[in-house]
């Protein structure tokens, strides 16, 4: 007898998120971020990727001129996120694998875990606060 196959389950990290804040631990030192302040940082997910982009809002015409991107692949397992970043303006943090702890409460996505690149002199925590784009 051929076994039903079960609905797919939506991801609720499908679409796109708004950076509000970011908090980033380096041993002792804690350093707070509002990315609502001059510059804008969106998250989009699909169901096996992910991309991000941050910009300031002075279109690159001050000292507060950035721009960063980066993506990858994920995979979600409970509330366990796995991202390999693949491409990213930083290079030589490409190829790297982060583990973090997701969730979602109505329309706000909590992202925390650690970003460990030994070679790098990287490892701090990160607790990142999204919001859903309607």
Known sequence: MPSEKSPDVKIPLIGTWKLISGTTIRG?????????VNQSFIKIFNDT???????????????????AAGA???TLKGNAYTEQLEYFT?????????????????????????????????DQMIIEKYVKVK
């Open 72 to 74: 990858g692949t994920y």
């Open 90 to 122: 930083l290079r030589e943090w490409e190829g790297n694998q982060f583990e973090f702890t997701v969730s979602i409460s109505q329309d706000t996505l909590i992202q925390t875990g650690v970003e460990k690149i030994p070679e790098l002199g990287v």
């Open 28 to 36: 002792a030192d804690t350093i707070v971020v509002d990315y609502t």
């Open 49 to 67: 990727h992910f991309s991000f982009f941050r910009h300031d809002l002075s279109k690159g015409q001050d000292s507060t001129a950035v721009f």
